[in-house]
């Protein structure tokens, strides 16, 4: 028998669910070593099996973090999405996302799962506002964010290597007011 499907935050491309180290280790284990995706986030080291299976081990242990696997009719799980840092006092958290499977980029399942997690953050956690940032070379993350209505803040000048070039960072946040308006629109399009 198929087992039931979890859904814990639904979009209209996508739903966002919990990780389950069993049936997505390999899937993340691919991309988290795929230089193509790698280029645009922290990691550059190689991952082992045994390090990816680590990292779902603790992700229950991470209290102040959540991630979400992203998962598209028909595919499954193309990527995640997560909430880091998340300060109770001050009402903040930070941003990341990953779709590892890069023939679902530019398709707008990011954009989706972006509004349905800040809809999450504003509307349930009752947070007053996400931070994020991008490498500069990076326009689909820069248009990712800045289409749910982030603003720009600041540059670190220079701060990170890439491709055998230092690049800058693209410091954004987003409050509520602002993303209302971007969310509102989303609601309204096809
Ligand atoms: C960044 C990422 C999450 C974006 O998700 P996506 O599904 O590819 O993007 P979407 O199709 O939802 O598009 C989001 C916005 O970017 C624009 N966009 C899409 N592809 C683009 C491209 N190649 N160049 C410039 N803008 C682009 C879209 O038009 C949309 O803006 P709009 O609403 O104003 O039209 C995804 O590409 C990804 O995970 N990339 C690899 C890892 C990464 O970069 N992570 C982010 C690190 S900060």
Redesign the pocket.
């Known amino acids: 028998m198929e087992k039931e499907k979890v859904v814990f935050l639904r979009g209209k491309k996508t739903i966002l669910r919990p990780l389950n180290k069993e049936t997505d280790l390999n899937f993340c284990w691919q991309w988290i070593n795929d230089q193509?995706?790698?280029?645009?986030?922290s990691l550059y080291l190689p991952v082992s099996i045994q390090d990816q299976a680590e990292w779902f081990d603790n992700l229950i242990k991470r209290k102040q973090d959540i991630v979400l696997g992203i998962e598209i009719p028909d595919k499954g799980l193309i990527?995640t999405?997560s909430l880091h840092k998340i300060d109770w006092k001050d009402r903040t958290t930070e941003?990341?996302?990953?779709?590892?499977a890069?023939d679902?980029?530019?398709?707008?399942?990011?954009?989706?799962?972006?509004m349905t997690l800040l809809n999450y953050v504003f509307n349930t956690l009752n947070l007053r506002k996400i931070n994020?940032?991008?490498?500069s070379f990076?326009?689909?993350?820069?248009?990712?964010?800045?289409?749910?209505g982030y603003k720009i803040e600041g540059r670190r000048r220079k701060q990170v290597y890439r491709n055998g070039k230092y690049w800058d960072i693209v410091i954004v946040g987003l409050f509520r007011k602002e993303w209302i308006t971007a969310w509102k629109k989303?609601q309204r399009e096809e």
Not at 138 to 148: E, K, V
Request: glycine share 12%; proline share 0%; charged share 20%.
């Open positions: 193509d995706v790698i280029q645009y986030i990527g999405i941003h990341g996302v990953v779709i590892g890069k679902c980029w530019s398709k707008g399942y990011g954009k989706d799962a972006h994020s940032s991008f490498i990076n326009r689909r993350s820069r248009n990712y964010h800045l289409t749910c989303y």
